[in-house]
Antibody, heavy 117, light 110 residues
Framework: QLQLQESGPGLVKASETLSLSCTIS??????????WAWVRQPPGKGLEWIAT???????YYSPSLMGRVTLSVDTSKNLFSMRLKSVTAADTAVYYC?????????WGQGTLVTVSS | QSVLTQPPSMSAAPGQEVTISCSGSSSNIGKNYVSWYQQLPGTAPKLLIFENDKRQSGIPDRFSGSKSGTSATLAITGLQTGDEADYFC???????????FGGGTKLTVL
């Protein structure tokens, strides 16, 4: 059974860069067959798509976050990462990594990131 | 303001049926598959329905999805208290070039 696990700091200072990683286990971490994505959820609010690394090699970013977010992949470590720079309180959220196959079919448990002023 | 519109909340009694709507436009639902997710309190979202009407493995047939034009619907029959959760619809928007979600519907089973 494919499992995804997010990791990273729970607290980030405003204006700094948030870095999160997603470790994939129990299945294939293929970047030639599957796409991998990040989604976040501010406390008490809905889901917001951040970005998707497509198996064809292209990466699509949310228009509202483009320019601040970067995705990277390390297939040798089964690792999928994101960096979000210049964070503000509005970036406080639970961040999820997920496998994307025209739908988000596998999700990590999520990690809460709080941005402090 | 979400690109896809869902009712914020719905409620029904155990054993009854509920339908949750998801309204979009010709640039999203009208052109692409819709998926539905269930988020139980304090947990990650779980895929229920993909490609408009296909149930994910392990999802009971009490859950069904449909799409017509620029709207989609999730139906849940034989409601159980364990179905109390937030439900989100999602799709791709070709104009925004972005994955989009509905704002979510909080289902209460009275």
């Amino acid at each position: 059974q494919l499992q995804l696990q997010e990791s990273g700091p729970g607290l980030v200072k405003a204006s700094e860069t948030l870095s999160l990683s997603c470790t994939i286990s129990g299945g294939s971490f293929s970047t030639t067959t599957y796409s991998w994505a990040w989604v976040r959820q501010p406390p008490g609010k809905g889901l917001e798509w951040i970005a998707t690394f497509y198996y064809g090699g292209n990466t699509y970013y949310s228009p509202s976050l483009m320019g601040r977010v970067t995705l990277s992949v390390d297939t040798s470590k089964n690792l999928f990462s994101m960096r979000l720079k210049s964070v503000t309180a509005a970036d406080t959220a639970v961040y999820y990594c997920a496998r994307y196959d025209y739908e988000f079919d596998y999700w990590g448990q999520g990690t809460l990131v709080t941005v402090s002023s | 303001q979400s690109v896809l519109t869902q009712p914020p909340s719905m409620s029904a009694a155990p054993g009854q049926e509920v339908t949750i709507s998801c309204s979009g436009s010709s640039s999203n639902i009208g052109k692409n598959y819709v998926s539905w997710y269930q988020q139980l309190p304090g947990t990650a979202p779980k895929l229920l329905i993909f490609e408009n009407d296909k149930r994910q493995s392990g999802i009971p047939d009490r859950f069904s999805g449909s799409k017509s034009g620029t709207s989609a619907t999730l139906a849940i029959t034989g409601l159980q208290t364990g179905d109390e959760a937030d439900y989100f619809c999602g799709t791709w928007d070709i104009g925004l070039r972005a994955a989009v979600f509905g704002g979510g519907t909080k289902l209460t089973v009275l």
